[in-house]
């Protein structure tokens, strides 16, 4: 199994952030709440990237350094910042330019911990990001039914395993969110794993713990 993370840390430095993050399979651009940043307000606000997401230039440098292939991003979605799916397209159009010009493309996921899909605008994210040839996935620590989300038009599906009980058969990539400290074996058949929600609440030390136990389960 392969190791990757949903986006939030604790961490007080953009740099201790970064080499965590790239530490796993699929890294990911580091959400720092620490240093005030927030999903909602960072999707919502006009600043530039740079401004929002005080780790993207060094998350890239060490990506082409690496010369790593996959990695991802992560943004709020439609419903949990309680709009249409024009702003969240407005920004991942923002990061396709940003990256464009590293010759990059990344994995995005849209992270809906309030998910309802009592609207389609979180599809129709979706379908843009597939009419734009980018990879896609959904993160969500909601408890849903799997067959409201098999028709959702994104490749990955990231969800808290103590919620959602896994299909036996999906057209999605399954990314298991499990307990941070989680220590016993446990009975999963997919190819990916993570912790089940961002873990920002936590402290550095914490996060080590949590990523040596996802390690020792790959």
């Known amino acids: 199994m392969k190791i990757t993370g949903i986006g939030s840390l604790p961490h007080d430095s953009v740099i201790k952030a970064v080499a965590y993050s790239l530490r796993h399979d699929l890294p990911f651009l580091p959400q720092l709440t620490g240093l ?3 999903m909602i307000s960072q999707v919502m606000n006009k600043n530039e990237l740079s401004k929002k997401y005080q780790a993207l230039q060094l998350f890239t440098e060490k990506i082409l350094e690496k010369n790593i292939s996959q990695f991802k991003i ?4 439609p419903e949990t910042c309680g709009t ?3 702003l969240i397209i407005e920004q991942i159009n923002s990061f396709l330019e940003f990256f464009d010009q590293y010759k990059l493309k990344p994995i995005i996921f849209i992270d ?3 998910l309802t899909l009592k609207s389609d605008h979180l599809n129709k994210v979706f379908i ?5 040839g980018v990879n896609s996935g959904l993160h969500s620590c909601a408890q849903f039914e ?3 989300i098999e028709c959702l038009e994104t490749t990955y599906i990231s969800f808290d395993l103590n919620l959602i009980k896994q299909p036996e058969i999906t057209s ?6 499990f307990q941070p400290f989680i220590t016993k074996e446990f009975n999963y058949s997919g190819e990916w794993i993570s912790s089940n929600c961002g873990l920002a609440s936590y402290t550095e030390k914490d996060c080590e713990i949590i990523l040596r136990n996802l390690e020792n389960h790959k």
Do not use: C, D, F, Y
Not at 172 to 177: E, F, L, P, R, S
């Open 128 to 132: 843009e990001l597939k009419n734009l």
């Open 84 to 86: 249409s799916e024009v």
């Open 146 to 148: 799997w067959e409201k």
């Open 112 to 114: 809906e911990p309030i």
């Open 74 to 77: 992560q943004l709020a979605g």
């Open 36 to 38: 005030g940043e927030r």
């Open 172 to 177: 999605k990539i399954k990314i298991a969110g």
